[in-house]
T-cell receptor, first 112, second 111 residues
Framework: QQPVQSPQAVILREGEDAVINCSSSKALYSVHWYRQKHGEAPVFLMILLKGGEQKGHDKISASFNEKKQQSSLYLTASQLSYSGTYFCGTDRTNSGNTPLVFGKGTRLSVIA | DGGITQSPKYLFRKEGQNVTLSCEQNLNHDAMYWYRQDPGQGLRLIYYSQIVNDFQKGDIAEGYSVSREKKESFPLTVTSAQKNPTAFYLC??????????FGDGTRLSIL
């Protein structure tokens, strides 16, 4: 079952913050976040493997609430380079090597 | 540097023609995957392989075929049975529960 992302699109001015949510009606075994620039392949941002985990680098961070079956990606003090489509991907099972199932993406536009 | 190489970057298919997209990885990953992306859409799974000489259908396998004869290689054939092949095709690989990484993609269009 495909995870649901919200919002579908968001427009920010430089320096503003944003939150992108990813939720599932089924158990979440892990959450992977990617950013895709127009015409390019998705680039891996971070992975959260267990409930309660939080990660981040620079001004992008994420949390994983296993009980609520959801994850959130936080972008603070946004920069023009943050523009793109953000995807969350989740494992279908708890075993390794399985393909991720992706949400439909959140289009983020940062304007000057 | 380790990575995933997809070729060609652009491909054109004539009516009734089969075309093959190449995917090679030197990351020593066990599993490899093919996804299709349509404009403004998410990623849909076509086929995947968790070990050599074995592969499974994904959510949209009709009109496609794959092989996995070597750990490093997972080519995708778009057959003439795929009536709407125009899309961006992405190959990915992974081991265990580690992150899944993507190649740069192949953009396929109909002539």
């Amino acid at each position: 079952q495909q995870p649901v992302q919200s919002p579908q699109a968001v427009i920010l001015r430089e320096g503003e913050d944003a939150v992108i949510n990813c939720s599932s009606s089924k158990a979440l075994y892990s959450v992977h976040w990617y950013r895709q620039k127009h015409g390019e392949a998705p680039v891996f941002l971070m992975i959260l493997l267990k409930g309660g985990e939080q990660k981040g680098h620079d001004k992008i961070s994420a949390s994983f609430n296993e009980k609520k079956q959801q994850s959130s990606l936080y972008l603070t003090a946004s920069q023009l380079s943050y523009s793109g489509t953000y995807f969350c991907g989740t494992d279908r099972t708890n075993s390794g090597n399985t393909p991720l199932v992706f949400g439909k993406g959140t289009r983020l536009s940062v304007i000057a | 540097d380790g990575g995933i190489t997809q070729s060609p970057k652009y491909l054109f298919r004539k009516e009734g023609q089969n075309v093959t997209l190449s995917c090679e990885q030197n990351l020593n990953h066990d599993a490899m995957y093919w996804y299709r992306q349509d404009p403004g859409q998410g990623l849909r799974l076509i086929y995947y392989s968790q070990i050599v000489n074995d592969f499974q259908k994904g959510d949209i396998a009709e009109g496609y075929s794959v092989s996995r004869e070597k750990k490093e290689s997972f080519p995708l054939t778009v057959t003439s049975a795929q009536k709407n092949p125009t899309a961006f095709y992405l190959c990915a690989s992974r081991t265990g529960r580690q992150p899944q990484h993507f190649g740069d993609g192949t953009r396929l269009s109909i002539l």
